[in-house]
């Protein structure tokens, strides 16, 4: 097996990362030091970043959003509050799309919290820099077409 960034041997460890191959599959198979190189590995919990885009390649450490979900997650309420006055649309979709982890309304701010953080860090902003540009673009889509 080789790496498909540099083409040498992998070796035993095989990262997949969200890294675009020809064909448009958000998934390479990458030995560990171009996984470190490419920016789509988190070093701090030693793994690859989980993709989301589908054209760009947009990705996030999904522990390190829980992280951020921790950090703020004593002003959940208050940052869903803002995503629902800035984009209600947007606000309606994810309530939607998260309600099978959705119990309470605490449930869901959270959830909400954590979609918000994994787009911070696929932009490789912070929370509030993404919830600024929400406010103004009035619409998560337009922030998500913006290139990185
Ligand atoms: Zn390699
Ligand atoms: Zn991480």
């Not at 940052?79 to 994810?94: C, V, Y």
């Not at 509030?128 to 913006?146: F, H, P, T, W």
Request: negative net charge; glycine residues 6%.
């Amino acid at each position: 097996m080789n790496c498909q960034l540099c083409g040498n041997d992998i070796g035993k460890v095989i990262v997949i990362i969200a890294k675009t191959r020809p064909g448009g599959y958000l998934a390479s198979m990458a030995c560990l030091k171009c996984a470190k190189k490419s920016g789509l590995y988190c070093e701090k919990h030693e793994r690859p970043h989980t993709g989301f885009g589908r054209q760009m390649e947009m990705s996030a450490c999904l522990l390190c959003a829980v992280d951020l979900v921790d950090e703020n997650r004593h002003r959940a309420g208050i940052i869903s509050g803002m995503l629902q006055d800035a984009a209600p649309e947007d606000f309606a979709i994810l309530r939607q799309e998260q309600t099978w982890m959705i119990n309470n309304e605490e449930d869901e701010n959270v959830a909400i919290l954590l979609h918000l953080s994994a787009m911070a860090l696929c932009h490789k902003t912070t929370l509030d820099e993404l919830i600024r540009q929400l406010v103004v673009a009035g619409s998560l889509d337009k922030i998500k077409n913006q290139p990185l």
